[in-house]
């Protein structure tokens, strides 16, 4: 089972020499015979297909001729094809309720015909299409990876599917599923030479990076897509590649090539009559002269896309774009509908399953009631947007959430200061009728003293919450940026090299290219665990332990043991971050020593608090060895050298045939 519109990829494949100029020459060709055959509803499908990328008035012009040539000839799949075509093209042209009908038309067409499972591929894929370019990725979703089911071969339908459903994971924040699925589309393109398959791809791998601020990552996929739509003559994709290097270069602070970017966008997308186009680059030129300062021009444009958006029926953009004016117009003048319109955008993100824009209207919200002074309010929304954005791009410390609880808690704290002066001073004046002066001066200025006493004890207080928080910031920050941004270059390494030696099995320098990215990856692991302040208790630090010995030794067959003597809350005890990962990499050496030389059976693991120290032992039962006798490695120096650190006791016993202990006493302080 293969669509219609999948031929005229076939002929690009077979035929790489041919230019899409004279593809379509050879298709008119065909249609200007008027033979009535199925070659030419094959043509006019062809034709169709290509004019969407060009000319949206010409892909409807033979699409309706499509149709009526596959009734008249009671071509069941041509006349699926053809409201296929129909649909794309009105939903591109900013006709939705066009689109529906044609939907609607299909769908029938479909359950009329249970039998030709191509149809309801058509219908899955022009529904998934609709839904997605509508701003319902969740609705879409459901409709494509549907036709998963009917393409399981690799070729370039299958390649496709991948790529839409890496697009609507991406809309819906799921950036992980969104890029495996984009490398196994670009894959699947690549094996087949398809070239426009794989700009596409390209172009889509460059949204998630940028999303994971990868920038310049982004911008090297962004190129690369460019280039190969320049080669295609892919003036529509040519739109979408421009608005995304603006967004690069934006973020880059190289404004001018931002806005020329965007510029050529535009031009393009009102050349080819593309109103959802037009008003994404107005939008993101309106947010680029806002972050200028350019506060009237932002508005302009944006009033602009804003109306050009609203021809298409596309909500989810439309929203967006009045989200954005109602934020300026908090900056340019107080909006006394802010609150209720920003309300109302929240409730369209969350019913169309935007979480990303659901996110970032949280945190309009949090402004603009920290504008009001109305902290309580947004602090709760301010914490509702730290949660989302933890889920969607990692766990990141939230200052500004801290911040709003701080001023929050601060303006409680400041009015009970106000409320206890206010009657400290009553009763001054109270007392004031009844006692002599000298009692009212000894009253007086033990209300100060008093007063002064709080304040500084505030300012102590605050003072040693600002350090705290700051250097769990840094850790915070430090552990997220080498998850997020090197952890996610090197797993994208990792992903190519293994894919690449599934073409190339033989590549020795491709099997060291992915063993060191896996030996870095979890080297990494390690050091993004010891920072985190999350883990600074020994109860965690137990924890990883037990999990490492699980992996290594479970996976050698080796029995092992683990023995805690803890006493009362000793397992709660604070470890910072050097001795916590000092104390475990020379655990994780002994663990792997144990577990790659000693040949033995079982390993006897022990930790436990004695007096003023912390200690641990493993103990194997394998073959041991004279330590003279052998050539002294890294491993033992560096176990040495972290004792050292620690002005830690450390022993390593062994003899032949009697196994090999290894002790470590750690001073608690």
């Known amino acids: 089972m293969r669509p219609a519109l999948i031929i005229v990829l076939v002929l690009l494949v077979a035929n790489p020499g041919w230019t899409q100029s004279k593809i379509i020459d050879s298709l008119q060709r065909i249609v200007a015979l008027q033979k009535r055959d199925t070659v030419e509803l094959r043509a006019l499908s062809g034709l169709s297909l290509e004019f969407l990328r060009r000319d949206l008035t010409k892909s409807k012009q033979y699409a309706h001729q499509l149709v009526a040539q596959a009734k008249a000839q009671e071509a069941v799949w041509q006349l699926g094809d053809g ?15 066009s689109a529906i009908f044609y939907l609607e038309l299909l769908r029938k067409h479909a359950e009329a015909n249970p039998t030709r499972p191509r149809i309801a591929y058509n219908f899955n894929q022009a529904a998934g299409l609709f839904y997605k370019n509508t701003g319902q990725p969740k609705k879409a979703l459901s409709y494509i990876i549907k036709n998963l089911d009917y393409q399981k071969t690799e070729n370039n339908d299958r390649a496709g599917l991948l790529l839409n459903i890496g697009n609507i994971y991406f809309d819906l924040g799921e950036y992980r599923n969104s890029v495996t699925k984009h490398l196994e589309a670009l894959r699947i393109f690549e094996k087949t030479g398809n070239v426009r398959g794989q700009s596409f791809c390209l172009q889509n791998l460059g949204n998630n990076y940028f999303e994971l601020k990868q920038f310049a990552l982004a911008k090297t996929y962004y190129q690369a897509s460019l280039e190969k739509k320049q080669q295609q003559k892919d003036q529509r ?22 806005e020329k970017s965007y510029r050529q966008s535009l031009d393009l997308a009102l050349e080819l009559k593309l109103p959802v ?7 993101a030129l309106g947010l680029l002269y806002k972050e200028q300062g350019k506060m009237t021009t932002a508005k302009e444009s944006l009033e602009a896309g804003l109306r050009a958006v609203r021809k298409t029926g596309d909500s989810l953009t439309s929203t967006k774009i009045a989200s954005d004016l109602i ?26 399953g935007d979480r990303n824009a659901e996110g970032q209207e949280y945190g309009r919200l949090s402004d603009y009631y920290a504008s009001q ?10 914490k509702k947007y730290e949660a989302l954005m933890d889920t969607l791009k990692g766990r990141a410390v939230t200052l500004q959430l801290r911040e709003l609880e701080e001023k929050y808690q601060s303006e409680r704290k400041e009015r009970e200061i106000a409320l206890l002066k206010k009657d400290q001073e009553l009763q001054r004046l109270a007392l004031s009728r009844q006692r002599a002066n000298t009692t009212l001066v000894v009253f007086a200025l033990a209300s100060v ?10 300012y102590r207080v605050n003072n040693r919450i600002q350090r705290q928080l700051a250097l769990e910031k840094m850790r915070q920050d430090i552990s997220r940026d080498l998850h997020d941004d090197i952890g996610s270059a090197l797993s994208s390494i990792h992903i190519m ?7 190339q099995r033989d590549s020795v320098h491709l099997q060291r290219i992915a063993s060191t990215s896996r030996h870095i990856l979890e080297t990494m692991s390690d050091i993004v665990w010891s920072i985190n302040p999350n883990h600074d208790s020994l109860e965690q630090l137990l924890f990883k332990m037990k999990e490492f010995a699980g992996e290594i030794l479970d996976a050698k067959n ?10 009362g809350d000793s397992k709660h005890l604070l470890l910072n971050a050097t001795v916590r990962r000092n104390i475990f990499l020379v655990f994780k050496e002994a663990v792997n020593n144990a577990a790659k030389y000693s040949e033995g059976n079982n390993l006897k693991i022990a930790a436990w608090i004695e007096g003023k120290s912390l200690n641990f032992k493993i103990e194997d039962d394998g073959k041991g060895f004279v330590r003279g006798s052998i050539k002294t490695g890294n491993g033992l120096k560096n176990m040495e050298a972290r004792a050292n650190e620690l002005s830690a006791v450390f022993r390593q016993e062994s003899s032949p045939g009697n196994g090999t202990k290894v002790f470590l006493s750690v001073p608690i302080p």
């Open 327 to 352: 934020g300026l117009d908090l900056q340019i003048r107080r909006n006394q509908q802010a609150e209720s319109a920003l309300l109302k955008n929240l409730n369209t993100f969350v019913s169309l």
């Open 277 to 283: 186009e037009e008003a994404k680059a107005l939008h």
């Open 83 to 97: 409201y296929y075509f129909l649909i794309l093209a009105h939903q591109n042209s900013g006709n939705p309720d």
């Open 373 to 382: 002074q109305e902290f309580e309010k947004a602090y709760h929304y301010q």
């Open 237 to 258: 994709g040519l739109v979408t590649s421009n608005l995304a290097l603006g967004h690069v270069y934006k973020e880059l602070a190289q404004f001018e090539n931002s």
């Open 449 to 458: 003293v008093v007063i002064g006493g709080l304040l500084i004890n505030r």
């Open 558 to 567: 080796m029995a092992y043991s683990f023995e805690e003597k803890m006493e």
């Open 497 to 503: 090299s293994t894919l690449a030696m599934q073409e």
